[in-house]
């Protein structure tokens, strides 16, 4: 099983996935921001994957957060998702983008 990063602002949408991928025996821990989810790969970058919306509140949005996430964990597997028509063309060979909203299917085939 993987060890996810997810971070997500809407506290609805966090807690369904932290539930589905949980109940699915992956070690999951949540962000609200992606401030918190940097300072979190900081700490402790040996993440499998990083489950991260595009859009955060804050300063650090899930592009620059995956970014940095990599050059701390250079295979950290990164999934974005978004409500939003975001610039998928930024998404880089390795990476998946999920739309939101997202069924428990779409998240777990997006783990692998």
């Known amino acids: 099983m993987a060890k996810i990063l997810l971070v997500e ?3 609805l949408v966090r ?7 949980s109940d699915e025996g992956h070690e999951v821990t949540a962000a609200a921001t992606g401030e918190d989810g940097l300072a979190i790969l900081r700490q402790d970058p040996a993440y499998d ?4 919306d595009i859009r955060l509140p804050g300063n650090v949005d899930g592009w620059q957060l995956a970014a940095e996430g990599k050059q701390l964990n250079p295979s950290l597997k990164v999934i974005y998702a978004s409500g939003l028509n975001d610039d998928t063309d930024r998404v880089a060979p390795g990476e998946r983008m999920l739309a939101k909203p ?4 779409d998240l777990l085939q997006a783990i692998g």
Request: glycine fraction near 0%; charged fraction near 45%; charge should be negative.
């Open 49 to 52: 994957v990083l489950l991260t």
């Open 15 to 21: 807690e369904l996935a932290f539930e589905d991928l």
């Open 9 to 11: 602002d809407e506290m």
């Open 102 to 105: 997202y069924r428990k299917e």
